[in-house]
């Protein structure tokens, strides 16, 4: 687990964070003290344990008192590295990683709730996350209420009935829902609960939870963090105290980010902030173009005016993102019709990469629930999620155009 120290840490020639961009600090941030023997790069270090001649050293690192490395599966200098560029990035004080999104998600909440205790969420989260809601805190005595997305009164009622844990997700997948950060926070704060923020969708880039008054921004690292569709991982950033409950949970239900996940996390986040100003210029181009198209019914992007949220996301994102999902007329059997027309997208259950990627919920996000479930949290079944790469996006638009005229 990386924590902030006031040295500023993890930045060449100790310069203060708030001095340099997002774009800069994707490049630089948490690479300087992982720096061995004149590398430019942080190395790979593949290593179970950690030895120390001396065992009073030992026994100080060992007990949290120094700094210093014991065992791979609590920490590592590779991993160490990672946390500490996402910390940087999201402004945090402390920040933990984990082997997959899910684990973040999972670990978070069960590091967090205890048997009599109350969460409150909105009903189209994740499907993996909406699973953990409804199918297993109940089984550990944790009720779980999960409201309309975008209704923030029954938010705020549902919170200040008691809460301990308010979980966001915003934009959420695959509907590109928004919700008011900073007026939920306030609202989860007031009734003591702790906030957590699921930040995937946005990226550091894109929008900072923490500033908006979260206290945990989590992060499924294998999309857009990763970006090249080729690493799992997750992580969270937060208050020191915070994350170090997440950690030790984690540090001993064992869910730990390997060394090389955790390079290949930092090599992509180096273009982190130009991947991500592609997408979302390409993404507004794209939605644009799909809201004319008369075999499209509903276009889901915060970036666009017709979105029911447009101006909570223009008040707290900086981009919209490069996520966005449309409705079809005639249900799942257009969709079948038209997907796997799409010559420039990869139709697969991932999201955030520099190839397009597209898919129906049915067997992306919400694979683990019914046609009936879906309907529920607001899926319908003619929707495509669609995940924009850093392709030219003339092309894109041409390529749609060719696989839309089958619907």
Known sequence: MTEAKPSTKGLPGG?????LSP?????????????????????????AAYGYADVDEWLDVATGRVPGHIYTRNTNPTVS??????????????????????AAVSGTLFALL???DRLVSVKDSYGGTNRIFLEFLPRF?????????????????????????????????????????ARLAAAGHAAGATVVVDNTFATPI???????????????????LGGHADVLGGAICGAPDLVQKVYHYR????????PMSAYLLIRSMKTLALRIGRQNASALRVAQWLESQPAVTVVNYPGLSSHPQHDIAARQMRGFGGMLSFSLEGGFEAVKRVLPRLKLAHRAANLGAVETIAGPPATTSHVECT??????MGIPEGLIRYSVGIEDPDDLIADLEGALAAA
Not at 15 to 19: D, H, L, N
Not at 207 to 224: E, R, V
Not at 251 to 258: K, N, S, V
Request: contains cysteine; proline residues 5%.
């Open 15 to 19: 310069i203060e964070p708030s001095r």
């Open 23 to 47: 774009d800069t600090l994707a490049v630089w941030a948490g690479e300087g003290e992982s720096l061995v023997q004149g590398a430019t790069q942080v190395p790979v270090v593949y290593s």
């Open 81 to 102: 590295a990672f946390e500490e560029k996402l910390r940087i990035l999201e402004g945090a004080q402390a920040a933990t990683s984990f082997s997959t999104g899910m």
């Open 114 to 116: 205890s048997p009599g």
């Open 141 to 181: 005595g944790i009720e779980a209420e999960l409201c309309e997305t975008t209704d923030h009164e029954q938010i705020e009622s549902a919170v200040a009935k008691g809460c301990t844990l308010l979980y966001l997700e915003t934009p959420t997948n695959p509907t590109l829902k928004v919700v008011d950060i």
């Open 206 to 224: 894109n929008q900072n939870p923490l500033a908006l008054g979260a206290d945990i921004a989590l992060h499924s690292a294998t999309k857009y």
């Open 251 to 258: 540090e001993i239900t064992g869910a730990a980010l390997d």
């Open 371 to 376: 046609p009936e479930e879906r309907a529920a």
